[in-house]
């Protein structure tokens, strides 16, 4: 099974991915942290991407068409979810033209929907563990001790482009450049669009119900 995920930053993508992976025994490719491992080991790509993502704006598109197809080359037979890929239309394009030459397609373009109110919200509040990479939230999904990860006792830590600034960046880029995808795959094709400002757990099972659905 091969899904695109769509939604803005804070649409609860990384969390339905999970839930989605370990239920489907899927790839999970996300190319949010696929840069932040890049830079994190500071690679040339990583390196040309820093600016980009500091700011709230795209990383280009020759970079992370490259970046991508490598990743999705890698994929078990089982297939994957992509997380944050593709971002524009550009993109879209350049992944359908790569499924096409080796054969394939993907099976589910699911569109999370949340309005930029709550997103603000969720993003600014979001903490993380540099170590294990758990996410939390400072009133949502709060660790049992605060500020400290349960998994490993490390310090949580804000991602630099949570920031409010940041985050209205990353929400006009995403209305502007990644929201005219949506009818992009609209036009060829069906996308399930999913509202994703109910509790995590209901929107999980409206996913797997879609998703166990048959085609
Ligand atoms: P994310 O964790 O998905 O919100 O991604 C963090 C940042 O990485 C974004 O704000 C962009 O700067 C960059 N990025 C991630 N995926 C893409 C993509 N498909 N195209 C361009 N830039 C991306």
Redo the contacts with the bound molecule.
């Keep these: 099974m091969r899904i695109v995920l769509l939604g803005a930053?804070g649409s609860g993508k990384g969390t339905q991915c999970k839930n989605i992976v370990e239920q489907y025994s899927l790839l999970h490719l996300?190319?949010?942290?696929i840069?932040r491992r890049e830079r994190a080991a500071k690679s040339d790509l990583g390196k040309k991407?820093q600016s980009?993502?500091d700011s709230?704006?795209?990383?280009p598109?020759d970079l992370?068409i490259k970046m991508m197809a490598k990743a999705i080359s890698k994929a078990p037979k089982e297939g994957f979810i992509l997380?944050?890929?593709?971002?524009?239309v550009n993109?879209a394009k350049e992944l359908d033209k790569s499924m096409a030459d080796a054969g394939q397609k993907i099976d589910f373009v699911l569109n999370l929907e949340v309005d930029d109110g709550i997103i603000e919200k969720r993003i600014t509040g979001r903490r993380s563990c540099p170590k294990c990479g758990a996410v939390y939230h400072i009133e949502n999904m709060k660790p049992k001790k605060d500020g400290v990860c349960d998994n490993d006792g490390t310090s949580l830590v804000q991602r630099p482009?949570d920031t409010s600034e940041v985050v209205a960046n990353?929400l006009n880029?995403y209305h502007q450049q990644t929201e005219p995808l949506v009818d992009y795959y609209k036009k060829n094709g069906d996308v399930y669009d999913i509202r994703s400002d109910r509790d995590p757990e209901i929107v999980k099972a409206d996913i797997f119900e879609l998703l166990d659905s048959p085609a």
Excluded: E, H, N
């Excluded at 709230?56 to 990383?59: D, F, K, N, P, S």
């Excluded at 997380?83 to 524009?88: E, H, K, L, N």
């Design positions: 930053p996300s190319s949010g942290d840069l991407a980009y993502m709230g704006a795209l990383v598109d992370i997380d944050g890929f593709p971002r524009t993109q482009d990353r880029t």
